[in-house]
């Protein structure tokens, strides 16, 4: 007796769903290694060495360590570009949401460094290798439309226009963020709040054109 065409397909998705949902522990599993050896340190082989997974494992569900990385990092990011969507949601004027802002900013340098630090190594290596370039494209622009959501709602409880378009104000923001990441992990005292205050000042600045 044959399967019906539809039990065939759900069939057929519950073996997608699985696949992708070990995929997605596997990722979560090896995230830690990766971002604490970053990119040319790390291999399928190293990985297994330092999780619960066997090498054959990894490479059964990533072809290769660029497979890998990309899928932790998309996942990661995609966590990162909501973070800061309940400060839009919620403030109620500019001086709040620039110091909720400034005050994620630096929660979420400190809680998750090494993560963040790998992003910029996977963004640096995507210079080098095409097969990064879609990847990093589509993660960086899902962070240029996160700031431009704390821009855009920074000038609506301002009562003012933004003074730069979307691609600009990020790289603004992701400079003072990469910067403040680099003195953070070479252990300044000040980094943290040097990145508060930085977020307030360029959303006075993007937002407003005052130095």
């Known amino acids: ?10 069939i057929a998705r519950r073996q997608v769903d699985k696949f992708e949902e070990r995929r997605r522990l596997l990722a979560e599993g090896a995230l830690q290694t990766l971002a604490e050896r970053g990119y040319a340190r790390t291999s399928l082989r190293e990985i ?10 990894l490479h059964y569900y990533f072809r290769d360590k660029v497979e890998l ?11 990162c570009v909501l973070r800061y969507d309940g400060i839009v949601d919620t403030a109620e004027s500019p001086e709040q949401l620039a110091v909720e802002f400034g ?8 809680e998750e460094a090494f993560m963040h630090r790998l992003w910029y190594d996977l963004r640096a290596q995507s210079l080098f290798e095409e097969t990064f370039r879609t990847d990093v494209a589509e993660i960086d622009g899902g962070l240029q439309e996160m700031i431009w959501r704390i821009v855009s709602r920074y000038a609506d409880l301002s009562g003012r226009d933004p003074v730069c378009p979307p691609p600009m104000a990020y790289a603004f923001f992701d400079g003072l963020f990469e910067q ?3 003195r953070f992990l070479s252990g300044s005292e000040t980094a943290l709040d040097e990145l508060r205050a930085g977020a307030k000042h360029l959303l006075t600045t993007v937002v407003c054109g005052q130095a």
């Open 1 to 10: 007796m044959t399967q019906p065409a539809d039990g065939l397909d759900r």
């Open 103 to 110: 005050d994620g900013l630096a929660a979420t340098l400190k």
């Open 180 to 182: 403040a990441l680099l």
């Open 69 to 79: 990385i990309t899928y932790c990092v998309r996942q990661y990011k995609a966590h």
């Open 48 to 57: 297994a060495q330092h999780t619960e997974f066997s090498h054959g494992t």
